[in-house]
């Protein structure tokens, strides 16, 4: 048994996100967890991307998130869970008004298995066009894209 108080655990930054990330301190071995606290326009991620080896959940604690989707945005309140499966693209949102009075997010992010390295980009390759989606490589520095279909890489 594990337990950790998310104030403990370290902010970090990832795509220029604020994050607390839960699963090594809480040492779980198939399951990502992580921590977010929004601030009016922030967003969970640097934006519309899928997972093909992961699915994820969002638990709203305290806000009203808005994600979108390739059908269209869904807000989800306090309370209330979305789960997107493997390949469906989404991307979530503080929509609050930006200023002293806005609303943060307050969300758990689950994610199975733990370590997705399989994520992709609703973007055309300009190199050959023959496929519609990149591939996302991360590196200490930053990311970089790769069109499944020619190889071409491309700086983000």
Do not use: W
Not at 59 to 72: L, M, P, Q
Not at 101 to 115: C, I, M, N, Q, S
């Amino acid at each position: 048994m594990e337990k950790v108080s998310v104030d403990d655990v370290e902010e970090t930054n990832f795509a220029g996100v604020s994050v607390s990330r839960l699963s090594d301190p809480l040492g779980t071995e198939d399951l990502a967890i992580n921590h977010y606290d929004l601030a009016p326009g922030d967003s969970f991620s640097a934006g519309m991307h899928t997972h093909l080896d992961q699915e994820e959940l969002f638990y709203v604690i305290s806000g009203t998130a808005t994600f979108e989707t390739r059908d269209g945005e869904v807000e989800v309140g306090a309370g209330e869970a979305i789960r997107f499966a493997r390949g469906d693209y989404q991307s979530g949102r503080n929509d609050a008004e930006v200023g002293a009075d806005g609303e943060h997010v307050v969300a758990l992010a689950l994610g199975a298995p733990k370590g997705s390295t399989e994520m992709r980009v609703p973007q055309p390759c300009p190199e050959c066009g023959d496929s519609d989606e990149l591939a996302v490589f991360f590196a200490e520095d930053g990311f970089t894209l790769r069109c499944p279909t020619c190889g071409a890489e491309f700086d983000a």
